[in-house]
Structures are given as structure tokens and as C-alpha cells.
């Protein structure tokens, strides 16, 4: 695998579980693999859950690691050509790349999302950069319009969970089993916030076939096409995100609810891109919202502003899962960082 | 063991020791404890000598290293409940603690007194969530009123130097030799300091049977008493510091001499916590105070402003342990790891 | 290698050659060398290309890596004797240098020029004090006056592509080949940079005896004498570098263009130390430029500012070398490490 920004790089992804699973049992088993190879992960943006546990999940497979903390203000590529670059750019990418690229065996970047150009954002400039110009694998730590680590890790999760509520073996783990409503709800918040997270949820969870998906937000939060669609890379199979207005009906029967913020997609109205077009807190989710569910499990990507996304009572009761969340951040890295070693 | 603290964390003083010195003979010796262990750093404020010893000693001993720099004034977690978190507090930490340590095996937490709020302050407010919420073996870094990785070290260097001067073996440690006196002064300082290495080194000193502590200090600089007495958790001995506040007094006979500042520790006027008292420079140790003393040796924890605390002849003068002293950092940290290695 | 500051240091500069290839062949041969050995990296100004490359290097061999950003401007050392430090420096180099030096076993520092103080920068006075007070083998990261990692993988590169393009073995390399002719070419930039690449890169061509180094830059810019003369520490035989004010008379005939501005050295004019004398962009490298060379390769440390030091074409043509140039930054110092790893 020479690159991670979708679930189709996984290809199947039935295996992909299994081999999360397998490593879930033992982080170490396919620590050779990464003797004497170096991991880069490259930060635009602050991190903390990725940064550590991307961190150690290449530390479990036996790599070396090299952290690169890029203030995205300070460090400017310039990415044109025929510029006289005597202003604040004091790098061309078409040395930066390469050069940093020259002292590891795989990249992980994070670029988040500006939220001013939506083209730009939408363009995935950085991460495709990266992937065109550095000739190693690369994969996302949370890219301007993608969070597909985190997607996994969430899919992960409900499996678990799933697998321990119904009773049946995580063993040679499949899909084929009694399918699990999830929804997507929009949760209001005091900042804008890009929409990574929401975008591979729905990815992964359309990839996923014992997921049924419906996802719920105020009008004029659309997410962008490209990603309320999902096309099997095995069976060219296509499925399709339900997307409901009324939060009630889509918590009704639903076995998950994953709450998150997102600002304006600007799919309807481009002018919106980024924006905040709502606080409405009756969207955040407490235990009444929940008593609507199928004593639906929460999840959340974290952090999380509590009293804004969800209630302490929700985020603390036992069908909370963001702890097992984010520690399955580990298990989704190692997947990914060990596929991509096997490829060296 | 789960968390250190206090002395009384590491059990039988002697037998600390005695591990502290066989590590000082081959730091490698327990390489395999550390095996895919991962330690996490978490520094909440500025660190030298405390971030390079651990790390070192932590990698002396097999481990991963993860070094995270919060700063503490960007980085705010909400403590309570029920609030709507529509401020600067991005993250509750009943999420931010339990992810923190999901991702390692033991924690080392630095977190200073801030020296306004006296309460909060002692009631050693982070340190102790990190005990509560995180699950994994935890130890201090230096806290609000604690650094017992320096007072160990301290006590290890004192040890060192008094076998050396009297001509007493190291191999098979035990306290039972002629006594040493130490002294514990207060120095004049430009910026309010905190107490915890004066506190810590009180309290080490009275845990260690062969040593006679004198506190010595201007009027209103007297430290907290739970730190002034300390009970044998063996024996249930008491041992109380004496406290003379006459600094030519204090010094007479005395082997060791133990320079620091602190700020006024609010005993005896709560009010005045966190201030400075006095600038008085009589306080200074010069050599004309070390002329007092048993041809004593001079510690200090580091980084030491000379000509306030010490002069430049004392502190190169070949009496002077400060070096080696902050060395012996590596060794204390060193047995405190492999104590919790041991425990997991 | 208790040093390494200028090409003397390496001794037999044809054995380094040689050792250089043999690691690039394979760079984790001398791995059992670094075991249980740790560098430190203490970096007073930013590195992207040197922490990288000496990180890599350092791992490749086995050691374990503490990086330490210290904030040139935050972070200020007494050096003084009889100063009461009751100012902005905290700590006296006395003290924090042996201190840091006790916790590794091998130290890289990196200090620009502070470019207003010419006598304190040509002294080399942080590099200075760590090789006389840490007791530890030190090597330069990039100093006020010399940059020997870069240079000496200037040399590898050049010697490498020389080796292709005339058909010559690398295999137990030597210097008895046909001459090149290497011009190192002054170019216009917008801020003031440091002499440390200039000076380096002709040290070591002067002491390479198959390299003819003819140096070309604007009157006013002549390189500080010390570095304009190589004595052979073998032979003693001394080499000096020519100076060709005509840039275009420089270039003829050349095989390797090494481009670089760098700001008033001070020699002809100590009061204009570290300004900027020209912005002539009639020395920016383009294709015109190369066309007067014999098909000359174009060489730059990196990172390079486009139309101002050379141009797109030129930067991105089959001929130039910055992108080899930056990843022999690994090879280079892997033989830095392991000399030293050698000496311990």
C-alpha cells in the first residue's frame, strides 16, 4: 500500500479487520517488519490522539520515528514556478518534499483544512503534494477534507461492540452478521470546524456492509457528494448515505450515534464554505436523545466540548465508547504503517 | 509500584539505595524490562534536566519515549461538570487523561505550583487527576509542592560523597554509619520560586536514618509542616526537622549544605504565599559560610543564578557536588522506572 | 574523533571517502557500534535538513537521540565570572553544559552567527565551550564559521557523480583521477546570511586533491583568509583557493557550479560585517550561466530561494545535484557518528 486516504486503499476490508483484530491481540507480532525503517510524521496543524498514538503504533511494528512539527504559519512553500521568491517563502516544495522524504521510508502528514478556500481545501493540495513528489508511502493524519485513521478506528470500535452486545465471535471476523444502524448527527459548537472527521465516517461507514447509515444535520450542512457515495472497488457495488433533516426519526432504532461539529461544506451555497450556520443546542445530544436510540452506543472523535456536542450524563454513561475510540487509533495505525512496511 | 511521590513510595529506603547503586554500576542491567514499554512524558512547564535524565534513564532501561509538551496556558482542561464548555477549555479531562494513557505504560507528569492559589497549590490538583483517571503507573516530575526524582538524587550523591570521605565501602548499602549533618538554607533569589525541591528535601533527609537535618531560613519562609515530619512506614518512628533560624548557627559542623530559594510557603500568613519575603543577600553562600562548616560539601538542584544563591568560588570549588548531583538525576529516575516496570 | 569541525578532523580524508561509500552501501553495517549509546542534539537555531539527516544518521547506527530546542533568544548563559545574575540568564554555562553533556555520550551542536559581533562569531564561542567543558565528543551541527557536514557531503556528492560520468569505479575509492573544476558562485539573496557554508565548502575543497577551486563573488565579499588556505596535516603541503572576480571567466570550464549567497564577510571592511553589499541579480545561476560551464553540475545546500540564487530551469535540469546533495547529508554524518562512536 503506498498510500492511505481512503477505505479503498485497503482493499478488502473484511481482511483489513481481521488483520486489526489480529493486532489488537498482539501489537508486537509484526515488529521485525519495521527494523531499521523510519517513520516521518509531519504536522501542519497540532495533534495530540494522532500524534501519540500514530507514534506508537510505529513503535509497536519497530520503527524509528521522526517527528516534524511544521507551524504552518511560519514555514511557506512556495509552489509556483518562475517566481523570484524574495518574500516570506523560503522553500519551494519541489525541494522541501523531496528532501524530507530522503531520510524516511514512509510519511504521515497533517493539513487541516483553512476553511477561506474551498476549492483549495477540496483540492487536498498538501496530501497530494506529498503523494506526487515525495516517492514513499504516505498516509493521512488528518487531511484538509479526510480523518481516514480515525474512520477506521470508529469502525473498529462498533465491531466490537457489536460483536459483544449480539454475542458472536470476533474470530476470523465478517461482515455477514445482523446489520447495525449508525448515525451521523450534527452537533453545535463555538468554533469552526473542517469537515475530515464527518466525510470519513461516512466513507468507511458506507464501505462497511453491516452498517446501515443515516446522517442527520441542519439544512445547508451537506457534505460534499463525493463522499454520501460509495462505490465497492471488488463489486462496483454502489451504496449511498440516507440523509435526514428530522434528528429524532434518524436516532430512532439507531444501535450508534457519532456526534460531531462540522462548519458549512458550502455544497449548497460555495459563499457559506466554512462557516457557522447554526448553534442550535437542542441538537446536542443528551439522554433524551438517546432514549430515542435502540440503547444506542456514543461515540465521538474527541476532543469534545461537553455541554455543546453531548451531555456529561451521555459521555460518561456506559454506552459511551470514546475511550476504547481513541485507543483503537493504535490498532488502525499499526494496520495501515504494517501494510505499508509489507510494501517496502 | 503505582505512583512516586514521597519516600514512602519506593518501601524500604535501604534497599532503594542499594538498587540505586547497582544501576550505577551497569545502567543496561534491566534493559529487558522495558521491552515494548512505552513511558510518556508530560510537561506542563519548561524542563531540562528532568526531560534529558528521564528519557535517559527510561531508554537505559528498554523503553519507548514519548515527550509531550503542553503548554500550560494554551492548553486548558475543564475539571467540572455541567458546564457548557464554550470557552478556552477545549477538553474535559476525564477525556484528556484516560486517552493520554491509553496510548503507554507509565506516566512522568511536570506541573509547577502556580504560587497564587495556596489551596490549589497543595492540594497538588494535576497530579492527583493523573493518579485518579489514568490507570497507569504514575510518577512526579516535579509537581506543585514535590520533586522527589531530585531529592533521591540528592540523597544518592550525599551517600556517595560521605562513603568516599570516610573511607566506607558502597557495595551492600546500609544507613547504619556515622551520621552526616546537613543543612538546608534559604538563598536570596530575583523571581518567586516554588517549594517543592526544599519540601522533597526535607522529607528525603528525615527518611534517611543517617542523616541530621538543620532547616535554616529568614522569618516567614517556614515550609509546610506535613513536610517538616516524616513517619517510618516500618517502624512508625517520627523524625522532625529542626529549624534554626540563625543561618551562621545552622552551619557550624555541618557536612553537607543544601542551597535553594524558595517563596514564602504562606505558613504562617497565608496571604504572603508565592511572595518574595526578603532579597537579603547576608544569605548568599560564600566561602566564608562554607568556613563555618565541617568542610562541607555544597549541593544544589540546578539551574543555580550565582551570586545570589552561591558564589562562583563555592560552587567550583572542589567541595562542590552540584555535577555530579545532577547526574545522579539519571540514577534515581532510573530505579522509580524500573520500580514500575516491575509492577505492570 | 573527539571533534569534528573542520576536514583535518577526519584524518586521511581518502579513508573517509571510502567509509562514506561502504555506509551508503550499507548504513546499518556499524549498527552494533551505537547500542546503548545516546547523541544529543542541541540546536540553539532551527534545522529542518541537518536534525533530519543527523537523527537518521544517528538511529542508523544504533543510538538512541535526544533532540533539545533551545530558544537562542530565550535561553541566555552567563559566561561570566563575579556577575550577580539577577538579569535574563538563569544558568551559567559552567554549569549547564557539563550538566547536558552527563546525560549522553556524544553532543552535535548547532549556533549561526549572530552576524553583528564579527570577533564573538569567528571565535566560534558556543561551539568552543562545548568541546572545552562538556568532556564529551562534540561535532558541528552548523557553527558561527563552518558547516563540515554539509561540506563534506558536497564532496561525496561531486565525487559520486564525477566517478559516473567519467566511468570510474567507486570501489576502493582515491583521489588519483582526472581534476574538476569546482566553482563556488556568490548569488544575490534578500536577507543576510551566515559565511558557514562558504567557508566550509572551500576547506574542503582545498583539501580534496582532485577538486581545482576557483572562487567568484562581488568585490567586498572575500572569504575570511583562514579558510582560503588548506594545509595538508599529512604533508604539508599548503592549497590555496583562486578568486575570480569575473564570474563569467570563473564558470568557464567548470564541472560543478556550488551557488550560495552569503552576507559581508568583513575581511576588507570589518564594519560592514554581516550586511548585505549586493542584490546584483546579474549573479543569479540560469541557464545562460551553466551554458559557459563544460556541462557543469549545479550544486546548493539547500534550502535555496528560486530566482534569486538560480533558476527554475536550472534547479529542476537533469544537472542538478540538490536533491543527492541533501540525502548524502545521512552518509556524511553516519561517518561523523561512527568515528566518534569509535572513540568512546
Not at 131 to 151: D, I, N
Not at 164 to 193: E, I
Not at 202 to 214: G, I, N, S, T, Y
Not at 287 to 316: Q, Y
Request: glycine fraction near 4%; include cysteine.
Amino acid at each position: 500500500m503506498r498510500s492511505f486516504v481512503n477505505p479503498q486503499d485497503l482493499g478488502d476490508l473484511q481482511k483489513a479487520m481481521q488483520e486489526a483484530l489480529e493486532i489488537k491481540n498482539d501489537r508486537f507480532k509484526y515488529q521485525h517488519l519495521g527494523k531499521n525503517k523510519t517513520l516521518m510524521m509531519i504536522f501542519f496543524n497540532n495533534s495530540l490522539r494522532t500524534r501519540l498514538s500514530t507514534q506508537k503504533a510505529a513503535m509497536n511494528l519497530g520503527m524509528n520515528v521522526i517527528v516534524l512539527d511544521v507551524n504552518a504559519g511560519a514555514w511557506k512553500l512556495e509552489t509556483e514556478r518562475g517566481v523570484i521568491m524574495d518574500g516570506d517563502k523560503a522553500e519551494h516544495l519541489l525541494e522541501a518534499i523531496p528532501v524530507m522524504a530522503c531520510y524516511c521510508d514512509m510519511i504521515g502528514v497533517r493539513s487541516f483544512a483553512g476553511l477561506s478556500d474551498r476549492e483549495y481545501d477540496y483540492a487536498e493540495t498538501v496530501l497530494n503534494q506529498f503523494l506526487k513528489y515525495s516517492g514513499k508511502p504516505v498516509f493521512a493524519m488528518e487531511t484538509a477534507t479526510v480523518h481516514p485513521l480515525q474512520a477506521f478506528a470508529d469502525l473498529i470500535t462498533m465491531e466490537e461492540s457489536w460483536a459483544k452486545d449480539n454475542g458472536h465471535s470476533l474470530d476470523n471476523f465478517d461482515f455477514n452478521h445482523k446489520k447495525m444502524k449508525a448515525v451521523l448527527t450534527w452537533a453545535p459548537h463555538c468554533r469552526a470546524l473542517p469537515q475530515a472527521v464527518p466525510n470519513s465516517y461516512v466513507q468507511w461507514m458506507l464501505a462497511a456492509p453491516d452498517v446501515e447509515l443515516v446522517v442527520t444535520h441542519p439544512h445547508g450542512y451537506e457534505l460534499d457528494p463525493k463522499f454520501l457515495e460509495y462505490t465497492n472497488p471488488a463489486t462496483g457495488e454502489v451504496r449511498r448515505a440516507v440523509v435526514e433533516y428530522d434528528q429524532r426519526k434518524a436516532f430512532e432504532g439507531a444501535d450508534f450515534i457519532y456526534a460531531k461539529n462540522w462548519s458549512c461544506p458550502g455544497v449548497t451555497e460555495p459563499a457559506d464554505y466554512g462557516k457557522i450556520l447554526s448553534k442550535d443546542m437542542s441538537w446536542t445530544v443528551d439522554t433524551e436523545h438517546m432514549s430515542w436510540t435502540n440503547n444506542g452506543k456514543f461515540l465521538h472523535c474527541l476532543p469534545v466540548r461537553r455541554g455543546l456536542i453531548v451531555t456529561d450524563d451521555v459521555i460518561e454513561s456506559p454506552n459511551s465508547l470514546v475511550i476504547p475510540e481513541a485507543a483503537n487509533r493504535e490498532i488502525s495505525c499499526s494496520v495501515v504503517i504494517k501494510r505499508m512496511l509489507e510494501s517496502l
